[in-house]
């Protein structure tokens, strides 16, 4: 889990292109949460209760609603540009040092 963490996510987090696409964004913030779970911890947690945490984590609260929503709720909307670049600078500007606080404390 750190090996993904510290040598796929990561560097992804540097690909700006990726963060305007919705299938990396809850698939970034979902797979940190359940990494950061099951390294502290040692149990796998569902998608939902990775949401549920994420907040906790430092997550940006609109992009967690943004997923919740799109995945639980009313995703009739498609979101307009100035979200997706926001969605994605918010991403990226947690991932990146959540990243690297997850890797550090397990080195």
């Known amino acids: 889990m750190v ?24 698939l970034a913030m979902v797979t940190h949460a ?3 779970v099951t390294l502290t911890d ?7 209760e990775a949401l549920d945490l994420l907040p906790s984590l430092g997550a940006p609260v609109e992009v967690v609603e943004d997923i919740r929503r799109r995945r639980y709720g009313d995703a009739a909307a498609p979101p307009t540009e100035e979200w997706t670049a926001r969605r994605a600078e918010l991403t990226r500007g947690y991932l990146g040092p959540a990243i690297d606080a997850l890797v550090a404390s397990r080195s």
Do not use: C, M
């Not at 040598?7 to 990396?24: A, K, P």
């Not at 040692?42 to 939902?48: A, E, M, N, P």
């Open 3 to 26: 090996r993904d963490q510290r040598d796929f996510w990561r560097r992804e987090v540097d690909r700006v292109s990726n963060w305007t696409q919705t299938v990396w964004v809850d």
């Open 42 to 48: 040692g149990r796998l947690i569902s998608k939902r």
């Open 34 to 36: 359940r990494a950061t």
